[in-house]
Structure formats: structure tokens, C-alpha cells
């Protein structure tokens, strides 16, 4: 069997009395588009952001390919292979496309010496054209990235994600305050490089459609536990799922 990049063992998180998330448990595999659904206050961002190192979680462990990660903060977390996405833009806006993306990697790459060293893109240039290729901005790569729409800027953020070549990616929302026009053309994006670059994503997303047409598996949360998990169509098929969240 294919290990798990992403593991989540019995985690829980409380805020006073408030139990955000309780004992949750899944597993992300290789190339695998997993998504995270459920009504507003079900735990879903408490959940990515444990994973995501952003809180510590009171009880549970987080493992990535089978190192535990429980207490890891967001930049080790990056340098291991994760990247992420959030729900509002992360974009420098006075800056060129270009310059987001090559500002996005930099971190990850390399000591502060051999970056002093390296050429004026620390050599992450020929990246960065290539992901502006994949992501159909190559023609506003010199413009100011604050001077693109909205819907061009979500790309940017994406694109910025990738260009650590993370193992496994977190995207928050990727279609929240996108024109409904533009959110088949992300849809078909991200499966072009969960195909090309074999990465697994996990996606917390609203839009239902969006969700069922893209990911392999989903997990329903509510109230902070697993209601159920399963694939698209087990979802859409669940009655407790029905009742609970799509309010059938």
C-alpha cells in the first residue's frame, strides 16, 4: 500500500469550552486531491492551521511522510515540502508578478550567503517563467501584480505556492471572491499540476460543484468531527450529509 504523505491522528483543539476540532483522522496519499468541506464554524480552518503549524493542536499527532510535524512551525514546514495557500491575498501588490513569485521561493532555497551569491533572481528565474507559462501570466509578468483583477491575482497566490515544488500543498478558498467565469479555468489548472508535478493538495473550498468536480476524496466536517468521508459520489449519496450541510 502507498504511504500517506499527510497523516492526521486524533486531533483535537479546544478554545475554552469550545471544542473547534475533536479526534479527527485522515490521510492524504500521493497525488491525491483531497478536499475539506462543511458549514461555517465545523472546524475547517482550525484543522488547517494545525496541519499548517499556525496553532498547536492539544492532543493528536500530524505526520508528513511519516515524520511527525505536530510541532513544526510554518517555515520548517515549508522547507520540508509544504505549501499553502490562504483564503484572503498574499500578493505584494507593488510588486512585479515576477517578483511575487521569485520573493515566494527565495526562503526556501538555499543559505542567506548563497543567496548574496546568487544572480539577481537567486537563480530561480527560468522557475518562475515557467510556472507564469503554466499559469497563462506571462504576458503580465512585468506589471505590478496590484494592477491585475482580482481572479489574476488568485493565480498569482497559487503560482507562489508552487514555486517551492512542495510535496503536498493547502488550499485555502482558492475560489472565494472569484468571478464564477474563472473558477473552471482554476478548477482545470489544478489538475493539470496535480498531473504534471504529482503534488497532493488538500483544498477547503465553499463551492460545492467546484469541490465534487475536482478532488478524489473529500472529508464533511461538522461541529469540529468527521461526519463522513469518501469519494464524490459517496458523498453526494450520504443522507447525513444531506441533512446536515447541503440542507436536504
Known amino acids: 500500500m502507498t504511504a500517506p504523505v499527510l497523516q492526521v491522528r486524533g486531533v483535537s483543539r479546544s478554545y475554552g469550552a469550545i471544542r ?11 497525488g491525491e486531491i483531497f478536499g475539506v468541506i462543511g458549514p461555517n464554524g465545523s472546524g475547517k480552518t482550525t484543522l488547517f492551521n494545525s496541519v499548517l503549524g499556525q496553532i498547536r493542536p492539544d492532543t493528536g499527532r500530524i505526520e508528513l511522510k511519516g515524520e511527525d510535524i505536530t510541532r513544526l512551525d510554518p517555515v520548517a514546514l515549508n522547507r520540508r515540502g ?4 490562504f483564503q484572503t491575498l498574499q500578493v505584494f501588490g507593488r510588486m512585479t508578478v515576477r517578483d511575487n513569485l521569485l520573493v515566494a521561493a527565495q526562503e526556501h532555497h538555499g543559505s542567506l550567503w548563497s543567496r548574496m551569491a546568487a544572480p ?18 506571462g504576458h503580465v509578468a512585468h506589471r505590478k501584480a496590484g494592477e491585475l483583477s482580482y481572479g489574476q491575482q488568485k493565480l498569482v497566490d497559487i503560482a507562489m505556492a508552487f514555486m517551492s515544488d512542495p510535496d503536498l500543498v493547502l488550499l485555502d478558498e ?18 493539470e499540476l496535480n498531473r504534471s508535478r504529482r503534488s497532493s493538495f488538500v483544498v477547503i ?5 467546484f469541490v465534487m468536480d475536482l478532488c478524489h476524496r473529500i472529508l464533511v466536517m461538522v461541529e469540529g468531527r468527521v461526519l463522513a468521508l469518501g469519494t464524490p459520489a459517496e458523498i453526494r449519496a450520504n443522507t447525513q450529509v444531506l441533512d446536515a450541510y447541503l440542507g436536504h
Request: charged letters at 20%.
Open 20 to 30: 473547534a476540532v475533536d479526534d479527527v483522522s485522515f490521510e492524504v496519499l500521493p
Open 82 to 85: 509544504v505549501g499553502r495557500t
Open 174 to 191: 482558492p475560489c472565494a471572491g472569484v468571478n464564477p467565469s474563472l473558477v473552471g479555468g482554476i478548477g482545470t489548472l489544478l489538475r
Open 120 to 137: 539577481a533572481d537567486s537563480g530561480l528565474g527560468g522557475k518562475a517563467d515557467a510556472l507564469l507559462a503554466q499559469f497563462r501570466l
Open 205 to 209: 473550498e465553499h463551492n460545492m460543484d
